[in-house]
């Protein structure tokens, strides 16, 4: 058998049978299927997509809608945000841009409030920082319209009929205040009226001043104006005709004015004259701050001899003065200029209530067992001067608060103050009769007494009343004003002061005035302007000449400061008090001020510097005891002997320093005191030790000018009794003036 050939072996087909040909209608029907179920994915896409835009654009619209709102909702927030600062005109101008406006009364009447408190400060406001505010000549074009003739302001009478059309009763009580103002004295013109003015000497102004509520407001002027009761009784008529009433009218102890009460009728204790309109009574009341001044100026000039003969002059007070002279004072605010007053300086309030104070009292009383009598005197005054000036509802001394919420407590003070006064006399007088000042305050006490029982039995129930809105403040806040808005200019002529009168009127408008500077802080300022810090830095390269070391003689000196104090403890306190002089207890109670105050800081820091309550029963009690009344920290044993052992390392700190004012003039005279003295103490006394040196080192300051306000006192005097002397040869000689040295330690 041959062999096979697999090459020529055929194979049979695995397709038996072979397709068959397609035709072209199938060929088109298959290629639509393919498309239709292409289209219908598309469509199913297109529905989804289509729902998808729907549900978006209905989301859109949502949003749009909350846009809107919250658009409108905040622009609402800015406006009212911005409405508290702003006049609606003003808003409008800062939210589109614009550049021009109508200026309204509102706008016009803030603006002048802010040009008249500083010029320089409106332009810099207006400039600068961009706000929207009427131009200079826009300002004058509205105040030239309003009539401001002296007498009866019958423009702000009108502003006053309209404010108080619909008024509460207690918003329509008042107080009418007079006083008058020193001008030049020189002639002027009135280029408005084409008048001329002067020359005037001063001019007397009314002021309106609620009783209870917040407002006052100048209704009167006149120069060299001699006021009449029925120039009075017309403003009280006016004003009712506004819708105002006078309860009260307020005035200083001025001849003209004494004259007017006796016409009226009203003396001490007959207080009061009645309404025109009403019939109701109008109490009068003299100034008590002005009461306060001529009661201090009689005391030093005469001296008061009381009913049981008691006299008080002001040698007690150079008394006191000569034990409590030390650097540690108890009576730290009382210095000569308080005894030596003169021209001016008689118009300060402050001076002479620190002069009949609580603190003088209490000194007298410790220091001057023998002026027990004069103490009580002085506190009596100054209880009663507190009752009569009260300015809130609520105080820590009850003394202070509105008068009648302590009335039993206030109304015996007033009592017995009255009793003082009407019995007091004038030491070598030669009428024994009261002196006005003492008419006045006996006419303050009625008044007030009777008018709070007229107030409480009315309709209105007055439960309490601030004095002091009875005073005159209101017009020397005025008066200060119209001072101040001429810059260098405080004497005006005529028509200064009475068109700096009608800016004030404008810029009241019924609200408070504040006399005060108000201070204005810029976060930002304008790119073009260089801060100031950055000009005045390179110049700030110079080193200091700190000292690097205490030199050898003072630090012998410090090495045994804390060994050459006296010991203070419990035990010790007794006998430590009886070994010391009056002028020592003194300066004792003046380092116990001092130690108290750092103590109040520190307190919680350090406990045990504070008086413990087994220490309490001290004999002889502190001064910080005597005076407190339970909100003065008291220094325990521990703190009065580290402060008399710290004021060794002061003195001989600055003991051997140049100069006949004795302080060490190098840098770093605290710092570096404070570090020394921190090397002998513990260290967790370094707060303590910090803040003592810093006052102690402004106690020495205060204490060498006052020195040098001394020095200049004596050589103002030396030529004063040069020029007037007869025999035209002075008492000292200048040169021992000049080269007078004060004792420091």
Partial sequence: MSAIDTNQVHYPSRAANPPK?????????????????????????????????????????????EKSKLKKINKDQVRKSLAKLFTPNQIKLIENSKSRTHWVEEDVSKALCLRAKSPSAYEFVRSTWKIPLPSIT???????????????????MNLLRT???????????SCLSFDEMSLDGSICYDPALDKIYGPHKN?????????????KQPIYYGFDDKLGNNQVLDMITSLYDSGVNVVATTCDNAPTNKGIWNRLGVTYDKTDFKHP?????????????????LFRNNLLDHGFELRDGTKITKMDYEDLLRT???????????SKRHLEVTGAERMDVRVAFQTISSTVAAAFRKYFPEKKRL????????????????????????????????????????????????????????????????RGILMCINSLKNMYKYLNQSSLKVKYINVNRINQDVAENGFSIIRSIGGFKHTPNAVDAKYRLRMLCLTWHLLVPKSSA???????????????????????????????????????????????????????????????????????????????????????????????????????????????KGGLTIPSYKMLQLIREWNNYFFAFHLNSTGKWRYNNSYGVVEVLAKRIEADYPSKYEKVIEKYTKIRTFLRIRHINKQIDQKKLSQRNFWKRKQFSKSGVPDVDPEVVENADVEMF
């Fill in 518 to 628: 108000s201070v204005m802080r810029a976060d930002t300022c304008d790119e073009d302007v260089v801060p100031f810090s950055s000009k005045i830095t390179p110049l700030m390269t110079n080193e200091k000449t700190c000292i690097s070391s205490i030199p050898d003689e003072i630090e012998e000196q410090l090495a045994v400061c804390n060994m050459e104090i006296a010991e203070i403890n419990r035990e010790l306190w007794t006998e430590f008090n009886e070994n010391l002089t009056t002028q020592d207890q003194c300066e004792l109670g003046g380092e116990e001020n001092i130690a108290g105050y750092i103590l109040s800081k520190l307190k919680e820091t350090f406990p045990e510097l504070v008086l413990e309550s087994g220490e309490e029963d001290r004999s002889p009690s502190s001064w910080l005891q005597d005076i407190s």
């Fill in 203 to 215: 001019m007397l102004v009314a002021f309106a001043r609620g009783l209870f509520r917040k407002w």
């Fill in 21 to 65: 040909p397609i035709s072209p209608v199938d060929a088109l029907k298959v290629k639509y299927r393919s498309y239709k179920n292409l289209v219908d994915g598309w469509k199913s896409k297109y529905f989804k997509l289509k729902s998808k835009w729907t549900r978006k654009k209905t989301q859109l619209k949502q949003l749009k809608t």
């Fill in 163 to 173: 404010e108080f059309v619909e008024a509460d009763e207690f918003y329509r009580q």
């Fill in 277 to 293: 309109i009403t019939g109701n009574p109008v109490f009068c009341f003299a100034d008590p701050p002005h009461l306060i001044k």
């Fill in 375 to 438: 103490a009580e005197f002085i506190q009596l005054a100054n209880d009663a001067f507190d009752v009569l000036n009260s300015r809130i509802r609520d105080d820590k001394n009850f003394l202070k608060c509105s008068f009648g919420l302590h009335l039993q407590e206030q109304t015996e003070v007033l009592d017995r103050f009255y009793e003082e006064v009407f019995h007091m006399r004038m030491i070598g007088a030669k009428n024994q009769a009261l002196f006005p000042f003492q």
């Fill in 138 to 156: 826009t300002l004058k074009t509205w105040v030239s319209k309003i009539t401001f003739s002296p007498g009866l302001l019958n423009c702000v």
């Fill in 324 to 334: 409590d002279n030390s650097e540690f004072r108890v009576c730290f605010k009382l």
